[in-house]
């Protein structure tokens, strides 16, 4: 069994029916009977951030839908928050950071297309090109 926990592009693709954006290796990862997919709590805050800024556009039922899918929720610990400060500054962008934290302490795979991921030691899955 693999844990996987998707960043909030892919949750966003699942929540769109864009799954045919996830490559046919990685979909079958989160297609595996075995695996537990899990979303993190701070991938729903940054949706509703964006969505809140008008940077995103879904429809407002759209954590209802996220709540209907076949995805285990992960909260956010002090423990995760705390791994932050052990992080390299490879990204900036506070809420992959704390995927990547939430990745390494929680010892599961990321399921994202961004390759800058790859730097902190954790497993991606995917990762496509550099960005």
């Known amino acids: 069994m693999r844990r996987l926990l998707l960043d909030t592009n892919v949750v966003l693709w699942l929540l769109l029916g864009q799954r045919s954006k996830v490559p046919g290796a990685t979909a079958a990862e989160l297609e595996a009977p075995g695996n537990a997919v899990s979303v993190s709590a701070a991938s729903v805050w940054e949706i509703a951030i964006k969505r809140s800024l008008g940077k995103l556009e879904l ?59 790859k730097h902190y030691g954790v497993e991606v899955l995917w990762q496509a090109a550099e960005g």
Do not use: G, N, Y
């Not at 996220?66 to 962008?93: N, Q």
């Open 59 to 117: 429809p407002s039922h759209w954590c209802a839908a996220l709540l209907r899918l076949d995805l285990d929720h992960l909260p956010i610990t002090a423990l995760h928050a705390a791994e932050v400060e052990r992080l390299p500054l490879h990204h900036r962008d506070p809420f992959d950071r704390l995927l990547i934290a939430q990745a390494k302490t929680e010892r599961m795979a990321l399921v994202s297309a961004d390759a800058r991921l």
